[in-house]
């Protein structure tokens, strides 16, 4: 079975572009999670989907930062403009849902965004 | 709010010793706690987890025990290996809460 998986692997932009990061969740997993992994520090909760609905945006900083998930599958996380503080690694997730704090997350291999 | 606090690495060890990584929480109510492992450019894997007090969980030879009194998830090993050598990375789930809350993360590396 095919894990959780996100495009590209790596990115490097300039300050003030456009940065996008895609994932697939494992088939049949309602939930999808997006966190962000600074250098040296564990990976914290940027925004968290039930379906096609977002439950859990309360970390995404909402002036640069937006996602989506259409139709339930697919994730798209978007930085505009990036600035140098968002070089860090992007780490999608995803559960199957319902069963609450007991269960387990599946990690994709992350994106590692360079912003010079 | 949750938290977890792991020991500070990086931790050096030679093949075949015995390893703890110490691990601590705070949290509300009754969370559950996971041991996630990261391999040099791959994504987090889940080592172990356990659901409730006095759990323990074990894989690939590693283990951890649930304990509410301390409010600690030590993970053990009796004989690591070179390829154990990675990043690990303690977490818990608040009840009642799909929100995952991290450690720093604790890093290994294993000599032959």
């Known amino acids: 079975e095919a894990g959780v998986v996100q495009s590209p692997r790596y990115k490097i932009i300039e300050k003030k572009q456009p940065v996008a990061f895609w994932c697939n969740p494992i088939?049949?997993?309602?939930?999808l999670y997006w966190y962000r992994q600074n250098l040296g520090q564990g990976p914290e909760l940027l925004i968290r989907y039930e379906n096609e609905e977002a439950v859990d945006d309360s970390q995404l900083p909402k002036d640069r930062f937006s996602a989506e998930r259409l139709k339930g599958v697919d994730s798209t996380l978007k930085i505009q403009p990036a600035e140098l503080g968002d070089s860090a690694v992007y780490l999608c997730?995803?559960?199957?849902?319902?069963?609450?704090?007991?269960?387990?997350?599946?990690f994709g291999p992350g994106t590692r965004l360079l912003v010079l | 709010g949750d938290s977890v606090t792991q020991m500070e690495g990086p931790v050096t060890l030679s093949e075949e010793a015995f390893l703890t990584i110490n691990c601590t929480y705070t949290a509300t109510g009754y969370p559950s706690l996971f041991w996630y492992v990261q391999y040099p450019g791959e994504g987090l894997q889940l080592l172990l987890k356990a659901t409730k007090a006095d759990d323990k969980g074990s894989n690939k030879g590693f283990e951890a025990t649930y304990r509410k009194e301390t409010t600690s998830f030590h993970l053990e090993k009796g004989s690591v290996q070179v390829s154990d050598s990675a990043v690990y990375f303690c977490?818990?789930?608040?009840?009642?809460?799909?929100?995952?809350?991290f450690g720093k993360g604790t890093k290994l590396t294993v000599n032959p």
């Open positions: 977490a818990l789930k608040a009840g009642g809460s799909e929100k995952l809350v």
């Open positions: 088939s049949g997993h309602n939930t």
């Open positions: 997730a995803s559960s199957l849902g319902g069963s609450g704090h007991k269960e387990t997350q599946y």
